[in-house]
């Protein structure tokens, strides 16, 4: 009935539908404030309220035609790409004209839209474990093949060495993103650097034009004062997919951009693709409004310290409990050792407790498990001694 | 460097960048009240106040994490879902309840989704001439196979004979779209029947199930209280795509919706699959505001006074001119037969009256060109001289 390639996308969906029905059965049985659901990456602060604001100031200054009309481009309102270009500019020393960004619906728009425009059948996708698993699906759309590089369980660093024998003739594109889901770990300007030098190296090799992806929705989520390389300065084949999701605490406004830089080869011609793609895929332009807002907030930043607060709480809990971990340096998510090898027999193990994790073979990471801490504060108290009785049930 | 499919993509957009161009640049020499550009289905009239009172009462009622969050079910908000069904109910005697809807970025988003959950690479998807052209597109995102039935230009009710005769045991889905774009004709009743009964028996014929498609961003412009036959109830697999972009004039803002009713084969599967797709594609929900919005408007209505008004005038003046044209019953399309056969040479005379109008190639439909009224009326008064003079042009 449905087409072959739903099938299993459908099949494969179960899973995550099944979790999120186990949290709401949990929930209805035993109060939802004694289950410990850390399976999504949804934001819980709330926006800044300059989003507020900014709506009420746009109903009021902007004509309904406008505000809520097609854009003359399918990029994006003109005004709105300038303004975004310019923030960039000024954070990152860049020189992005309006030209250089497309609004996108969400980064998972955007990273659909680049990938349609790049992507013929058969090409290679490369992607470092452990990733978000969407992107097997987004690669996938297109009739693309994804090639995994397997995890460095060290300190989740991306190997290299294995990228530089697995990048190939057929590889069109490999897609980062730092600050990592699933490990909160952010790429250091060495790794870049290194992984740039490879790309630019395997350009010339194959006479080919490799594209670089980043997919950046956790850019702003980054701890302790760390710096995240802003990657269209390492390499010239560089594509920026971003969103406000997490940002501002946009996340089902499905509202993000892609930056495509001068710097790529015959930029012009992939912008024009990127629009068209936009278009033709069905998004048309990202929603009007949540443009207009997002141009109006684009010095707006969510309210970290509360994220923060939940990552060192969490993980110094955790760790005193016995699992390992490494320290997450952005994004919201500890990615943590399995103390059994089979890290779905450790989830189901966690549920007996109400606590929700997934396994990291969701992210190509079997061995491991992601705790999405964007949750409340007591929850994340709460849970540690349901966490420590776990722990209990694996030392010996 | 793009794609092969993009780049045959990206040559056929430009044509429409092309005139958009070009009206930018008679605006520019000419000043824009004296360019007359009928190329784009855009409305004019702007969103009901009710929009304006619901934003504002939704950012005091609803928390933000609720109003902006990702939305529990890829199909959109449970509550939204389930207005929506109701007042389908209410105004067709329908029986859907919230799992019959998908929550989609605008009637685009929903066709790619229910495009993405049935094709199989080489599943024909029939289509009447003339037809909206990014139909062509849609399908072949997910390589299908467009089959186009002739126009029938007495009437533009779609052609049944030929119709039956196209139809395969390859047909996956038939795309019907009334009001029409770009004819502005709702099919009959009789029109529906006959249609429904082919397709019942071509699916006995062949074994197979045979969706019919019903694109209905238009079902709410419709004149002189004609009626859109609601097409669920005749075809039990049918889905309709529907968009508030011209009901509430929102189009910028990405919002409407599929409907899956049970009656439709294996619906579960189908449901279940097109949510997955809406995740998988990129779109992951329709925008939250823009969900809750249209639920607190679902009574409201555009001002289609304004657009009948246009309609009359646009349709005695032309037909005053000497112009050929079938009276548009629905949408804000008039479709005029061109004096001479290539109707590209009539488009580009009429681009010397500063009068810009879409060739009936791009639909399907050479010999005629598509005139879009949503424009302001002075527009309409004023182009009328000119209409004239480029009629003149070919009387002899």
């Known amino acids: 009935m449905i087409s072959k390639k739903m099938e299993n996308m459908v099949a494969n969906s179960s899973a995550i539908r099944a979790m999120f029905e186990e949290g709401n059965r949990l929930a209805k049985l035993y109060g939802a404030e004694n289950v410990y659901d850390f399976s999504l990456g949804n934001p819980n602060v709330p926006a800044p309220s300059a989003v507020k604001k900014a709506i009420a100031e746009l109903l009021e200054e902007e004509d309904s035609l406008v505000l809520h009309g097609y854009t003359n481009s399918n990029a994006g309102y003109e005004d709105v790409r300038q303004a975004v270009a310019e923030s960039l500019n000024e954070r990152f020393q860049t020189a992005f004209g309006a030209k250089n960004i497309v609004m996108t619906v969400g980064a998972a728009g955007g990273l659909n839209v680049i990938l349609k ?77 290194k ?17 670089l992806i980043s997919d950046e929705p956790y850019r702003e989520l980054a701890y302790d004062g760390i710096e995240v390389p802003y990657l269209t300065k390492y390499y010239d084949n560089t594509i920026v997919g971003y969103s406000y999701s997490k ?76 699992f390992e971990c490494i320290k997450p340096q952005g994004a919201f998510y500890l990615f943590v050792k399995s103390p059994v090898e089979d890290e779905k027999s450790f989830c189901a193990a966690a549920k007996k407790y109400n606590i929700l994790i997934v396994p990291g073979s969701s992210f190509g990471c079997p061995g491991y498990v992601r705790i999405a801490y964007c949750v409340a504060y007591e929850t994340i108290i709460n849970s540690l001694p349901k966490f420590r009785e776990l722990a209990a049930e694996y030392s010996n």
């Not at 501002?248 to 830089?261: A, D, F, M, N, W």
């Not at 332009?285 to 310290?305: H, R, Y």
């Open 195 to 211: 992984l740039a030098a490879v790309m630019e190296e395997k350009q010339k090799e194959f006479g080919t034009d490799i594209y």
């Open 247 to 322: 940002s501002l605490s946009l996340p089902g406004e499905r509202i993000g951009y892609l930056v495509i830089p001068d710097e790529v080869a015959e930029s012009d011609t992939v912008i024009s693709a990127a629009g068209v793609a936009n278009r033709i895929l069905g998004f048309v332009n990202a929603p009007t409004l949540q443009q207009k807002i997002v141009a109006k907030c684009l010095n707006e930043k969510t309210d970290i310290t509360y994220y923060d607060k939940n990552r060192e709480t969490l993980y110094n809990g955790l760790r005193d409990c016995g």
């Open 117 to 193: 425009t790049l992507l013929d059948p058969g090409d290679e996708v490369i992607v470092f474990a452990p990733y978000f698993g969407e992107y097997r699906s987004y690669v996938n759309n297109f009739d693309g093949i994804i090639v995994e590089i397997s995890p460095n369980t060290k300190d989740f660093q991306p190997k290299l060495d294995e990228f530089a024998q697995k990048i190939s003739p057929k590889t069109k594109a490999v897609i980062i993103n730092t600050p990592n889901n699933p490990t909160g770990v952010v790429y250091s300007e060495e790794t870049i650097q």
